[in-house]
């Protein structure tokens, strides 16, 4: 249960599915919130602009009226309460003296009011205030009376009713306007819009759980079907190609990449039914000719007793066949198994040569052969003596096998500060060009019947080939056809496995 759950999450749909859902909502509540923010700023911003402006006017209004200081006999009066309770706010103004002459509320008419906001405006210290109070419910603008006419102007006041002439001050105010405003209907405009903003949230987030779900039912699709193809494959059709059209490149990708494999698998195993249709074939064969042998004894009468021994010899010999058959196999199979089985060990690879070609020697001088061994310096070399041993006389007895009477066969070593080099060249009939790649397959022959004469299995350089490739070698062959071979074959001194 675990298990499922966990292999659910780890896959492809669920991650399609998260990231479309977590980056829908979070684009959704991003744009929200910030419109959301944006719009509630800019009301709010509207509605200090619209009560500020009325303010302004009405300071003006007030210079022009003399009103600061005769409020009483002014009309003016009535219009500021009507303002007031257009705006649903209250309105004092103060005078230079901070004495509050007048407040639509009526309640501090007739007191100072010192406070530092007003203090700051009326010295000239601040061009105005704007705060908010009692929780965002109201907002308090404060607004100076300023007379900013370059003409002086007579203000006439209460009692004398002379005219007294004041200069003209930027800075200096003349009064303040205090006038508070309640902002309730904003913040009731506002949880409205949260409201229904509540309910867009929730049907984004329904709408982007459906896209989410479907987006991670259709994008894993050609995986799907990828994997359905595979799972064909798996049941044994591995010589049918995947075919995906019009799909993501990746999975194109995938599908080539398991053609080429499953290519590769073909190869490997016709290579390997040929191998096993040669080895029967071969086993056969020496059976077969004993089996003639053995027949045609037993099916005459009296048969004289040199004929017999003359048979019996064939019989060995074809025995004998059978054997080298069979050992050639089995070093092959223990050739193909890992690396891990060489046993390297430290050898003078002047010496090793020297001991091969002493026990070739006598097989080459009974047919006039020559064998040289040209040295240019002592060689010691971490190997596996006996596989290299092996592989290097195949060389040496090729040379020798496909060599004519009273040829040469020369081997020469050499080395840098990496490699030892050893090359067999031959004076013998040569390898066709176009058989040259195939002499390294196992039971290829070039001529059949002469290497059979001469005892082969064709499986000697395919043993070669191994043992140089488990030392990271490698092997090359350059020849003439009716000139000569040459093998040259390259080990390095240090094995790093
Ligand atoms: P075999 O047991 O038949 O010698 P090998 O695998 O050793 O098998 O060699 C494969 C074939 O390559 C041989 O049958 C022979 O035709 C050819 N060949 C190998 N070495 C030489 C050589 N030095 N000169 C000419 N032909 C060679």
Redesign the pocket.
């Known amino acids: 249960m675990v298990k499922r759950l966990l292999r659910k999450i780890k896959s492809y749909q669920f991650v399609i599915f998260i990231t479309f859902f977590l980056a829908a909502l979070v684009m959704f509540f991003a744009f929200g919130i910030y419109f959301q923010n944006t719009y509630q700023k800019k009301t709010m911003e509207n509605k200090i602009a619209q009560v500020q402006s009325q303010c302004n006017i009405l300071a003006s209004q007030v210079l022009q009226n003399n009103f600061i200081i005769s409020s009483n006999m002014n009309n003016l009066n009535s219009e500021i309460d009507q303002l007031a309770n257009v705006l649903e706010g209250r309105i004092i103004i103060v005078d230079s003296n901070y004495l509050v002459i007048k407040d639509t509320y009526t309640i501090e008419q007739g007191r100072y009011l010192i406070s530092k906001d007003v203090h700051e405006i009326m010295i000239g210290r601040s061009g105005g205030k704007t705060k908010t109070l009692s929780q965002n419910e109201y907002i308090e603008i404060l607004v100076p009376i300023l007379d900013t006419s370059t003409v002086t102007q007579p203000i006439t006041t209460d009692n004398s009713n002379k005219p007294s002439f004041v200069n003209s001050d930027q800075k200096q105010a003349r009064g303040v306007i205090i006038c508070v405003v309640s902002i309730g209907e904003l913040t009731d405009t506002n949880a409205y819009m949260q409201s229904q903003a509540d309910i867009l949230y929730g049907f984004f987030i329904f709408i982007s759980l459906v896209v989410a779900l479907i987006m991670s039912l259709i994008l894993p699709q050609p995986i799907r079907i990828l994997n359905r193809k595979l799972q064909h494959i798996a049941e044994g059709h591995l010589d049918e190609p995947i075919i995906v059209d019009h799909s993501y490149s990746e999975v194109q990708d995938v599908t080539d990449t398991f053609n080429q494999i499953t290519g590769k698998i073909q190869v490997l195993e016709s290579s390997r039914q040929e191998f096993v249709s040669n080895v029967s074939h071969e086993l056969k064969t020496p059976i077969t000719s004993m089996k003639v042998l053995a027949d045609s004894l037993l099916m005459q009468e009296n048969v004289p007793a040199e004929m017999y021994r003359e048979f019996m010899g064939d019989i060995a010999e074809e025995i004998d066949r059978e054997n080298k058959i069979i050992t050639d196999l089995l070093t092959l199979v223990r050739l193909d198994k890992q690396a891990t089985n060489l046993n390297i060990e430290t050898v003078n690879i002047n010496e090793m040569l020297e001991l091969l070609l002493k026990r070739i020697q006598p097989i080459a001088a009974e047919r006039g052969i020559e064998i040289i061994l040209e040295s240019m310096r002592e060689i010691v070399a971490e190997i596996d003596s006996v596989k290299l041993s092996l592989a290097f006389s ?1 060389l040496i007895e ?2 020798v ?2 060599n004519q009477d009273g040829g040469w066969v020369r081997v020469n070593l050499d080395a840098d500060h990496k490699f030892f080099y050893v090359k067999v060249s ?1 004076s ?4 066709p060009e176009d058989c040259q790649d195939k ?1 390294f397959e196992r039971f ?4 059949k019947a002469r ?1 059979r004469d001469t005892g ?7 043993i070669t080939r191994n043992a140089i490739l488990m030392h990271k070698g490698a092997i090359q062959l350059y020849s003439k056809l009716g000139e000569g ?1 040459t093998f040259t074959v390259r080990i390095p001194l240090i094995y790093i496995s």
């Open positions: 195949n090729n040379a096998k496909y031959d013998g009939v040569g390898i002499v290829y022959r070039v001529d290497s082969g299995t064709g499986l000697g350089l395919a071979t």
